[in-house]
Nanobody, 128 residues
């Protein structure tokens, strides 16, 4: 069982930056695929970014590519999402997710159901 706890959300002006953190309880993210998803008010949850594979590959949604960076610090058992050049449309609750690396491939990394462990979410609000 993996427990994930997000932090780092808040209110920021358009063009600003935030870094989200996702701490894993008692274990590192080695051998896990990890991802960030988000859900805006009135909208379905959507994929943001992922790190997958035994030899890790990173993937981004087109809407955040070039602005967001996903990374892992295994020494701190923490997953990050560095967000820059934020836009009002980035406003959402952001969730981190994880599962065994062998369960996630290039085919299903965008699918919420591929991930077994989820954090509670952290609110990001971008004002115009």
């Amino acid at each position: 069982q993996v427990q994930l706890v997000e932090s780092g959300g808040g209110l920021v002006q358009a063009g600003g930056s935030l870094r989200l953190s996702c701490a894993a309880s008692g274990r590192s993210f080695s051998n896990y695929a990890v991802a960030w998803f988000r859900q805006a008010p009135g909208k379905e949850q959507e994929f943001v970014a992922a790190i997958t594979g035994i030899f890790p590959n990173t993937y981004y949604a087109g809407s955040v590519k070039g602005r967001f960076t996903i990374s892992i610090d295994n020494g701190k058992n923490t997953l990050y999402l560095q967000m820059s050049s934020l836009k009002p449309e980035d406003t959402a609750v952001y969730y981190c997710a994880a599962t065994w690396a062998s369960k996630v491939t290039i085919i299903n990394y965008r699918v919420q159901g591929s991930y077994d462990y989820w954090g509670q979410g952290t609110q990001v609000t971008v004002s115009s």
